[in-house]
């Protein structure tokens, strides 16, 4: 069976919290020009990513992930002109939530992506995936 | 969560799909998942015969849930929800997992890497829809009538085209005379269409059509209600100012553009000759014997473009209708007298489409352009013994700085967003960077806002031309028509609801709420926050706020979202 063992030996795991209208489409176009980035990026879809909720951030970490990428709306947003701001914050509460739980808080990246930015969401995701490897696997440092 | 039983079909997708993922080994995979009652593949998922064999197998099973493994969602989630409808079956029960764009197209180098993970999507989405609830969309009576904000050429087209559809409607604008810019133009390009004449065209059709109601001098002052029976008051200024309330199903938003008005010392703007482009425009209608300037003959016309538009940090925008304004304007010119010397400095000639051809003809008729360096702007001066001189870096010569004698300076000024701070804030209308208002989807839905029922026409949404302009004005028809002539619109329910035992008023919620879709009631005696459905837009941005997680979204609740996410990898943390 084709299957890999993602655990042995693929790159580490990374969550990409991306919008409906805005980055959706831009990582969709990614994979429709046949752009290749990591198999071991998964993609989860919210309206507007003020949506996300900081424990699922860290329930990402817990369920082992070992990045999470915020595809922010940059000022596209259809919802609301101020979500760049309350992404931010979001990714902030989350990153305390991380420390208190033992996980890098470095492990949360936000960037704007826009609805054509296949490119741009690749090479985040090599980057990004990079800078992960570094890091190593996720694991709870001991306190 | 109690028993559920889900049907779970991967597409081949042809072979887009099962080229590069292993589909029978992700079927393999999730078929004895709890809660998965059959799982299969299936060479095109969204074929009819897929379909019903779908709705068959839905029924026959009386299956719960539904999961299709296919392409992204933005082409087949109405599809499959649409399957699941005529099975029986709530559609929100339904869940895409986009294994193509987001899987076998993006990791076609890596098959065993795109197996994994197609089968750590194909789980995440089971585990979704085992957290997933039946869901009815709302449904609301619609009023069949439509307010047009702004009468310019947009809005004057968009409200006959309302009115032709049986609607009613409230056509107001703001100032004392309709037709906005274009009813002050003379001929226009590409075919010398006369502005005025054209606005005037559209006043007879108005006329004719005792379903409008024109009112100018008007404002919105007050609007209530949501989509499909927005309730408005329109204050009428004049010697006595009265009201008028109506109820309307719709709104277009058609207020237009301002021209951008240099600043004085701008490219010599405030020296005696230096004009913009739409006092250009004014004096070459009224020369039509030669163009004359203070009295003077204009024997040499020096164009500078881009003014006010496509700077850093400023208007980065392109205002996309100057270059093609100016080049008519320079026909115009040398069609009069032909023996005028014109000199367009430019940044780049953006005459696209069709106007193409006016610039190859202006340039056949001697006009004479030159490209400057972004960072050597061409600078104007008029000497002490009067005459006025333009200095331009011409790249396309080497770079030479050529200095033109001339008798007329005409800035090609762009447009810049209208000020609307009332209308902007009265209606929630989403604005951009560039201070224009924003569509939900450049694209595929180009004049609907998030605001249900509020679309937007013209040039408020950015630069467009006179054709853009009415094309999206009668979008906004068309979209206004198939949201009101059914008499009912379907909402979507995918919006925020308040877990009333969880919830302690803090009002928190209420504060980042931009719709007002926020209140607190009281219930048993303490206040809760409760949301109005038909007013939520379901973004969301309410529930990451709440300090008590009290506050769920519909579609991505908080079971649901961890579900996804603990199943679409299966790995323990050390």
């Known amino acids: 069976m084709d299957v890999a063992d993602h655990d042995e030996r693929s790159g580490p795991r990374i969550l990409v919290f991306s919008t409906n209208n805005i980055s959706d489409p831009g990582i969709d176009l990614a994979g429709s020009r046949h752009l290749h980035y990591p198999s071991t990026v998964f993609t989860v879809t919210v309206p507007c990513s003020s949506a996300i909720k900081p424990t699922w951030i860290l329930h990402a970490f817990e369920s082992g992930f070992d990045g999470v990428f915020i595809g922010a709306d940059g000022d596209e947003c259809a919802y609301l002109p101020d979500c760049n701001a309350r992404t931010a914050r979001i990714a902030a509460r989350a990153q305390t939530l991380m420390s208190e739980a033992g996980f890098e808080p470095q492990r949360v990246m936000m960037a704007a992506l826009c609805s054509v930015c296949a490119e741009p969401f690749v090479n985040h995701m090599r980057e990004f995936t990079e800078k992960m490897s570094a890091l190593g696997r996720v694991r709870v440092l001991a306190s | ?574």
Not at chain 2, 179 to 207: H, I, K, S, Y
């Open chain 2, 1 to 574: 969560m109690s028993e559920r039983r889900i049907g779970v079909y991967i597409c081949h997708c042809g072979g887009n799909i099962s080229d590069y993922v292993d589909v029978a080994a992700v079927r393999d995979a999730v078929k004895d998942l709890p809660d998965v009652v059959h799982a299969e593949t299936s060479l095109f998922a969204c074929s009819d015969g897929t379909q019903q064999d779908m709705i068959k197998m839905i029924r026959d099973q009386n299956l719960d849930g539904l999961v299709v493994a296919s392409c992204s969602p933005k082409l087949h989630l109405f599809t499959f929800r649409g399957v699941s409808r005529r099975a029986g079956l709530n559609p929100f029960e339904y869940t895409q997992a986009n294994i193509r764009e987001q899987c076998s197209w993006a990791h076609t180098d890596d098959r065993a890497g795109a197996t994994t993970k197609a089968i750590g999507l194909v789980k995440g989405a089971i585990a979704k829809t085992r957290e997933s609830s039946a869901l009815d969309p709302m449904a609301v009576q619609t009023t069949p009538a439509s307010l047009v904000v702004g009468a310019g050429i947009a809005g004057l087209r968009a409200a006959i085209g309302l009115a032709d559809l049986g609607l009613r409607v409230y056509l107001l604008e703001r100032s004392a005379t309709v037709g906005g810019w274009v009813g002050q133009f003379g001929p226009t390009f590409p075919n010398d269409r006369d502005g005025r004449a054209m606005v005037a065209d559209l006043l007879e059709q108005l006329g004719e059509r005792p379903t409008i109601t024109l009112l100018t001098n008007a404002e919105l002052t007050a609007k209530s209600g949501s989509f499909g029976n927005y309730e408005v008051t329109i204050t009428v200024h004049g010697e006595t100012e009265s009201t008028v309330e109506a109820t309307v199903g719709s709104i277009v938003i058609a207020t237009g553009f301002d021209t951008y008005q240099p600043e004085i010392g701008e490219y010599g703007y405030g020296i005696d000759g230096v004009v913009t482009l739409a006092q250009f425009k004014e004096l070459v209608e009224a020369s039509p014997d030669g163009l004359r300037f203070a009295d003077r003959p204009v024997r040499t016309v020096t164009y500078v473009y881009c003014v006010g538009n496509r700077q850093p940090g400023g208007n980065e925008y392109c205002s996309k209708y100057c270059c093609s304004a100016t080049v008519h304007a320079s026909l115009e010119v040398s069609a009069v007298d032909p023996s005028v010397h014109q000199y367009h400095l430019y940044r780049d000639i953006r005459t696209y489409g069709k106007y193409e051809l006016l610039y190859e003809q202006s340039r056949k008729r001697g006009s004479v352009f030159m490209k400057f360096p972004d960072e050597v702007p061409p600078t104007v001066e008029r000497t002490d013994d009067g005459r006025l001189l333009v200095t331009t870096r011409d790249t396309l010569s080497g770079n030479v700085d050529v200095t033109i004698p001339t008798d007329l300076v005409v800035l090609v000024t762009g447009m810049v967003p209208r000020e609307n701070t009332e209308l902007t804030k009265m209606l929630h209308l989403p604005v951009g960077a560039d201070g224009f208002f924003n569509e939900i989807h450049p694209k595929l839905r180009p004049v609907e806002t998030v605001v249900d029922g509020v679309m937007i026409a013209g040039t408020c949404q950015g630069p467009k031309t006179i054709s853009e302009s009415v094309a999206s004005g009668l979008a906004a028809v068309a979209q206004s028509g198939a949201m009101l002539m059914k008499g009912v619109a379907e909402l979507d329910p995918l919006v925020a609801v308040v877990d009333e035992g969880a919830c302690t008023w803090c009002g928190e919620c209420q504060q980042v709420c931009p719709y007002e879709a926020i209140t607190a009631i009281s219930v048993d005696g303490r206040d809760v926050a409760t949301i109005d459905a038909a007013v939520c837009k379901g973004c969301g941005g309410c529930t990451s706020y709440c300090p008590s997680n009290a506050i769920d979204l519909l579609g991505a609740t908080d079971a649901q979202m961890r579900a996804l996410i603990e199943n679409l990898v299966e790995v323990s943390v050390p």
